[in-house]
């Protein structure tokens, strides 16, 4: 592991930021196109290490898939076009990756061994691996399948009505997949609503699909259509230099073209209710899917809670919230958001210890955290827990310390945002 040292800002943060495209968007880009019959066409796909193990999965399946300059082109021929992997797929740290896959592994004819890095082995599959197995899937693994690695027997498999024990995008996108395939009709059911790119996209594609507020129901037969895709600017990549302008005095930033899917939307709701200085402008559409410029400037904030449904549509940017927690004068508690002792690490831990090494009040609960701000961060040595977003969080905290930050190791950052130290130069130059 090497060592990197980020150093605190030497006065305002200006500039414009073009964020890289939404992981959760071009992973489905992925999946759905190499389900369709043709090529489909992705601009503004997020070449980040998780998005790419989607991609080497699909070939090692027999889909070509390849770039014409910007644009990735994924070839597809309908699922039968898909052929059995010759080596176990490896999924690295993607949660995504595994989960979605999982839904449709179960459903196609051949076999398939699936294996991932120390992180992803340690994340529970069995959310993924029940519903699938009341389907008729046939899959094994560590204590009973609820880790990988898995081995996967695809068979022909039937529709269900599920609701979902977690609040989990993943684990509903692995059932509607599944449901692609299945006999009979298949119907997923939500307490709060959670990201809905899965529903947007197979309906752009064709699928036989019907999303009814909390209820989305699926069946097979209809052929997938090849497309056109723009990726949006990822909200969750967006997020990080949301908060450094919103904690550096003086700073005005403003984030292209990023999604602004409802159900990612949390952290402008909370940047809002903080006291923080927002706007959206150019707002479109492409493909279901909303997209806006954001500019952020600096705002004296205060503390607020943050809990229930709002939960899901921000549970990735939760480590960079405990940040402008930090920044902000009074009390934040987070609760609801006990998914973040599943993530890539258990987040409710590594935020706090990162935040807390650093010079923040801050205190775990079993399903969140307190943060008494405001705090004059102090810098010092920080773990990076492998993680990408605890990794950024850090150093974007660098930014507002008095002192410089010492990361033991910030590769997982490329998982995500791969230009990102580009981006962190480029709005302090
Ligand atoms: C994702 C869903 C969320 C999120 C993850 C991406 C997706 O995970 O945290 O980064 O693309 O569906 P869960 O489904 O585990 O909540």
Redesign the pocket.
């Known amino acids: 592991m090497t060592h990197i040292t980020f150093q605190p800002a030497s006065g305002p943060l200006r500039g414009e930021i073009e964020v890289p495209g939404d992981?959760?968007i071009s992973?489905r880009s992925v999946i759905f196109g190499a389900l369709a019959y043709g090529t489909t066409k992705v601009r503004h796909f997020l070449e980040g290490e998780d998005c790419m193990r989607t991609v080497e999965a699909f070939r090692q399946m027999g889909i070509k898939i390849d770039r014409e300059g910007p644009v990735l082109r994924i070839h597809g021929n309908g699922p039968e076009a898909l052929k059995e992997p010759q080596a176990p797929l490896y999924f690295g740290n993607s949660?995504?990756t595994t989960?979605?896959m999982l839904g449709l592994l179960a459903g196609l004819p051949f076999f398939t061994v699936v294996y991932g890095d120390s992180s992803l082995s340690a994340r529970p599959m069995d959310r993924v691996v029940n519903p699938l197995r009341q389907m008729g899937a046939e899959m094994n693994g560590r204590e009973s399948g609820s880790y990988l690695p898995l081995a996967i027997r695809g068979k022909k498999l039937q529709g269900i009505d599920y609701s979902l024990p977690v609040?989990?995008?993943?684990?509903k996108?692995a059932v509607l997949l599944a449901g692609l395939f299945a006999g009979g009709e298949t119907i997923v059911r939500e307490s709060s609503a959670?990201?809905d790119?899965t529903e947007k996209m197979l309906q752009a594609f064709g699928a036989d699909i019907t999303a009814n507020g909390l209820q989305t129901s699926i069946s097979s037969g209809a052929k997938l259509e090849a497309g056109n895709i723009y990726v949006p600017g990822d909200i969750?990549s967006a997020a990080f230099f949301m908060a450094a302008a919103a904690i550096i005095p003086g700073s005005h930033l403003v984030l292209k073209a990023v999604g602004l899917n409802e159900t990612r939307t949390g952290l402008l709701d909370v940047l809002q209710k903080m006291g923080g200085d927002i706007r959206i402008s150019n707002r479109k559409s492409s493909g279901g899917e909303d997209i806006g410029d954001i500019t952020v400037s600096y705002a004296d904030l205060h503390g607020i809670t943050i809990e229930g449904e709002l939960i899901?549509r921000l549970?990735?940017e939760i480590p960079v919230i405990a940040l402008l927690a930090t920044q902000a004068e009074g009390k934040t508690v987070i609760r609801d958001a006990e998914?973040l002792r599943v993530?890539e690490t258990d987040r409710i831990s590594a935020v706090c210890d990162v935040l807390k090494t650093l010079g923040a009040d801050i205190e775990p609960t079993a399903d969140g955290m307190i943060i008494h701000g405001k705090s004059k961060l102090t810098g010092g040595k920080a773990a990076s827990y492998q993680d990408h977003r605890i990794a950024m969080m850090a150093a974007i905290a660098s930014l507002a310390a008095k002192g410089e930050v010492v990361l033991d190791d910030a590769s997982s950052i490329s998982v995500s945002y791969p230009d990102f130290f580009a981006d962190l130069t480029k709005i302090q130059s």
């Open positions: 992981k959760s992973h949660g995504t989960r979605l609040k989990s995008a993943q684990v996108s959670t990201r790119h969750s899901p549970i990735d998914e993530k």
